[in-house]
């Protein structure tokens, strides 16, 4: 199974960017999906999250700018996001609890996809 996280890239403050992560391989089911980012000198921190219901969370510094959406049947989930500030720019991480299946049995890992970074800067 792999994460595979693309759309990052330069903005001017002001600007939008669309992420998006599609999950692949032997995959049974998805349960919640996940953006996270890391800011350089900073830990890893939570930025939006959706269950397989599409029920949502987001961050405070996030609330009203990011939208977290997915696309079950193509096991892909989105991160849109609109007026970037500076503080913003990090290397964004999917996150994704997946569900499989090995010698009958189901099991659920989660996995990080490879990072796509984001910088946000006039």
């Known amino acids: 199974v792999q994460l595979q996280a693309s759309g990052g890239g330069l903005v001017q403050p002001g600007g939008s960017l669309r992420l998006s992560c599609a999950a692949s391989?032997?995959?049974?089911?998805?349960?919640?999906m996940g953006w996270f980012r890391q800011a350089p000198g900073k830990q890893r921190e939570l930025v939006a999250t959706?269950?397989?219901?599409?029920?949502?969370n987001y961050d405070d510094s996030v609330k009203g700018r990011f939208t977290i959406s997915r696309d079950n049947a193509k096991n892909t989930v989105y991160l849109q996001m609109n007026s970037l500030k500076p503080e913003d720019t990090a290397v964004y991480y999917c996150n994704a609890s997946i569900r499989r299946r090995k010698l009958g049995a189901l099991f659920t890992v989660r996995y990080w996809g490879q990072g796509t970074q984001v910088t946000v800067s006039s």
């Open positions: 391989g032997d995959i049974v089911s998805i349960n919640d």
């Open positions: 959706i269950t397989g219901a599409g029920d949502t």
